[in-house]
């Protein structure tokens, strides 16, 4: 499947970003009240039982994108349908997790003309012929709630309010700034070391791209949670530009199985192979 390779690169770097900024004659602002209003902000927004958003911009390697995703916490469902505009990579793919099965689906079909593969339940085993399996970091990233990442924007020394913005038909607070990826890690040195994994997990991806400095923007919505944020950087392959937009909080998500007549059973195909 030549596109699911580009759709799991992309749900394992579901962030956003920043523009750069302009100066706080904007809206000024204390910093340390625009962090904490970022911060609420970010954990508001994790804190929801479902939500839907759209990522829109360029990724380095695969050019421009456009995305959409739904999610819920309980029980996990997660479908992200991403579309690549251009280069080698151009076409429509899909994750979805339904009933912690990882589903990854093209518009090029396999061999077999099948246009999914299942990768089973989550949980790694090792194979008599050495192949190992283990979907739990995939389905970890797929369902991952992408405003964790918009807490980034507090390592921010020039953080500030740049004013009131409509975005989504939506009146929000815009903040803007720029950190470095080493300025970033030390922000959340002192956290418990489930927000740590989480935070490290997702800046690992900036470092891979070679991106080292990052331009930020969040905008907040009046209900406190945040609304967009978009996020601006350089890596070894070009720039990278991604926005993310939340569309809706706490509303029903629903995600089906493909058809099985459809998709190729990675696990069941290793078990008839004797692996």
């Keep these: 499947m030549r596109f699911s390779v580009g759709v799991l690169g992309l749900s394992a770097l579901l962030v956003t970003g ?90 090029e079909p396999t061999e077999d003309g099948k246009h999914w593969m299942k990768f089973g339940a989550p949980g790694g085993s090792d194979t008599p012929s050495g192949v190992k399996v283990d979907t739990a970091p995939l389905a970890d990233k797929v369902r991952r709630n992408p405003a964790h990442e918009s807490t980034f924007l507090t390592a921010a020394e020039d953080l500030r309010k740049t004013g009131t913005e409509t975005v989504d038909g939506v009146t929000t607070t815009h903040y803007e700034g720029t950190a470095t990826v080493d300025e970033i890690r030390a922000s959340y040195k002192d956290e418990a070391k489930s927000v740590r994994q989480i935070r ?12 080292d400095e990052l331009e930020m923007d969040v905008w907040i919505d009046a209900s406190g949670r945040t609304k967009q944020q978009r996020f601006q950087g350089f890596g070894r392959k070009g720039p990278l530009d991604l926005t993310v937009t939340f569309l809706d909080f706490d509303k029903p998500v629903t995600v089906q199985a493909p058809p099985a007549s ?14």
């Design 18 to 107: 920043c523009a750069a900024a302009s100066e706080d004659a904007a809206g000024g602002g204390d910093a340390k009240e625009a962090a904490t209003a970022v911060a609420r902000a970010a954990a508001k927004t994790e804190r929801v039982g479902s939500l839907r958003y759209r990522m829109t911009g360029r990724m380095p390697e695969e050019g421009r994108l456009r995305a959409e995703a739904a999610m819920a916490v309980e029980p996990p469902a997660m479908s992200l349908k991403t579309t690549i505009l251009g280069g080698p990579d151009q076409g429509e793919g899909e994750v979805r997790l339904v009933g912690g099965v990882v589903y990854v689906g093209s518009d």
């Design 200 to 211: 490290e997990q997702a800046l690992a991806q900036y470092e891979k791209l070679g991106v």
């Design 262 to 275: 459809d998709t190729f059973d990675l696990a069941e195909e290793m078990k008839k192979a004797g692996r």
